[in-house]
């Protein structure tokens, strides 16, 4: 299996994941960036990494979004594109009040999602979409932008958007929160498995309980085995059978070999 989306350089003991990720069949994990410095750290960690192999992702999160250092992270970009499979995780995300509140934190935001859909449609590689709060908008930028391939991460967002999404050809993604959000069974119910990927998004620590006695956990790469499994519940299809068209979307949409 493949997982889409790990914050490799934010796990603690990374070796004794990756050694977890190995004892279960993990092949393959896209650890995407939040900023700058994790962009060079998860580059660092793709190059160094054989088994399972590392696919890097550069990008920007909402959450972190920081203009002055667009160029640099742009230039870092443009240098290893040959290397880099995704420019992810970016977006927007006005989930909270406070940034609601905050027309500088949205004018930086958005200028940072902007300016990266804008490279990643330039250099030719995908992107991976955080699109909390404000789904829709997500959704026009990376359209209207001509952008052919992304996958909206975590998506849990409105039908009427997620029709858009789909229709237009992109991707979403599973995580373990479809054992008990509402909102994300919704989406993956309503999205065909071709158009459809897994992932951890490591390292959340998942809190609501999973029907195994305990009241959550810490992912990290293995846990994509997890989402696997909760989403063949979902969508009441064999595990064998899933996981090989999960794993080809990955490798369709990232261009793995």
């Known amino acids: ?14 070796e004794q994941a990756f050694e977890n990720a190995r ?37 920007m999160h909402p959450s972190e979004a920081k203009p002055d250092d667009l160029n ?20 927007l995300d006005f989930f909270y009040k406070w940034v609601r509140k905050d027309e500088q934190k949205k004018k930086e935001q958005r200028e940072v999602f902007q300016r990266l859909v804008k490279l990643a449609k330039d250099v030719d590689l995908p992107i991976a979409v955080h699109s909390r709060g404000k789904w829709r908008e997500c959704f026009e930028t990376v359209k209207d932008c001509g952008i052919k391939d992304c996958v909206f991460h975590w998506f849990s967002g409105p039908i009427d958007v997620l029709e858009d999404i789909l229709s237009s050809g992109y991707y979403v993604s599973a995580t373990p929160s479809i054992a008990y ?65 999960l794993n080809g979307n990955a490798r369709k949409l990232f261009r793995l070999s």
């Not at 299996?1 to 990374?14: F, P, R, V």
């Not at 993990?26 to 750290?41: H, N, T």
Request: aromatic fraction near 4%; proline fraction near 3%; charge should be negative.
């Open 1 to 14: 299996m493949i997982d889409t989306h790990a914050h490799l350089e934010q796990i603690e003991d990374l």
């Open 23 to 59: 004892n279960v069949g993990i092949k393959g994990i896209v650890g995407v960036s939040v900023d700058l410095e994790s962009s060079k750290q998860i580059l660092a960690i793709s190059k160094a990494s054989i088994d399972p192999i590392v696919y890097a992702g550069m990008g």
């Open 72 to 91: 640099e992270l742009t230039e870092l970009i443009k240098e290893n594109v040959s290397r880099i499979k995704v420019v992810g995780e970016i977006g």
């Open 181 to 245: 959000s509402e909102q994300s069974q919704e989406v993956i119910k309503h999205s065909p498995i071709e158009q459809t990927l897994v992932e951890t998004d490591c390292p959340v620590y998942y809190r609501n309980k999973f029907g195994d006695g305990q009241d959550g956990f810490r992912a990290e790469p293995k846990d994509v085995l997890r989402t696997l499994e909760l989403y063949c519940k979902l969508k009441k299809i064999g595990e064998e059978e899933a996981a090989l068209v």
